[in-house]
């Protein structure tokens, strides 16, 4: 069965600007989260969303946010892009309705701010 | 805050090992652990989830344990190959997060052949 698509796989965008990430889970999850990735910080949480709506938000700043559709493809917002935003954003799904369940991630999309 | 340790950072074996990653946890209140696996620039290949209720889980030559009151759990690769050369990471569930994994560093491994 098809994975967890993530597009695009790479992002170049200029200090300012603003970015839209997409995640498609796999099919029958209802769960999908967020990962950014640097080599500093490692993988630190963004947000989680089950049903269209965020359970859970992690520590970084109103800049980011995400929503989820009826069909739980979900998309990732950064607006006004610094260059610490480069970074690897992985999303994760999974099939939300027990916290017992297993995370099946994305290949990510690389984005680099310059 | 729970916070998660992996050691060694790096690992360097020649072909047919058997070797252990290690991976602690500061805080054993946790729903469950999960080791994945990352090449370079690419995503994370979920290897073995252990529930907190489990000691251990196994696949193939991967088996992984879990000792929740001492907040430590291993990976142990059995007669390595080259193509387990990669990024191992773990996460946990912690009971009080919701539905985020905090993750480790991960252990960056070389098997040469």
């Known amino acids: 069965k098809a994975g967890v698509t993530q597009t695009p796989r790479y992002l170049i965008k200029t200090r300012g600007q603003q970015v839209t990430l997409s995640c498609s889970p796999i099919s029958g999850h209802r769960s999908v989260s967020w990962y950014q990735q640097t080599p500093g910080q490692g993988l630190q949480f963004l947000f989680e969303y089950f049903s269209e709506t965020q359970r859970n938000k992690g520590n970084f700043p109103g800049r980011f946010s995400g929503r989820q559709f009826s069909n739980s493809r979900s998309e990732m917002n950064v607006s006004t892009l610094e260059l610490g935003d480069s970074a690897l954003y992985l999303c994760a799904s999974s099939l939300g309705g027990q916290v017992l369940d297993g995370y099946t991630f994305g290949s990510g999309t690389r984005l680099t701010v310059v | 805050k729970q916070e998660v340790t992996q050691i060694p950072a790096a690992l360097s074996v020649p072909e047919g090992e058997n070797l252990v990653l290690n991976c602690s946890f500061t805080?054993?209140?946790?729903?469950?652990l999960q080791w994945f696996r990352q090449d370079p620039g690419k995503g994370l290949t979920s290897l073995l989830l252990i529930q907190s209720s489990q000691r251990e889980q196994t696949s193939g030559r991967l088996n992984a344990s879990l000792d929740k009151s001492s907040g430590r759990s291993t990976l142990y690769i059995a007669a390595s190959q080259p193509g387990d050369s990669a990024t191992y990471l773990c996460?946990?569930?912690?009971?009080?997060?919701?539905?985020?994994?905090?993750f480790g560093k991960g252990t960056s491994l070389l098997v040469t052949p």
């Open positions: 996460a946990v569930r912690p009971l009080d997060s919701g539905y985020a994994l905090n």
């Open positions: 805080d054993s209140a946790i729903y469950n």
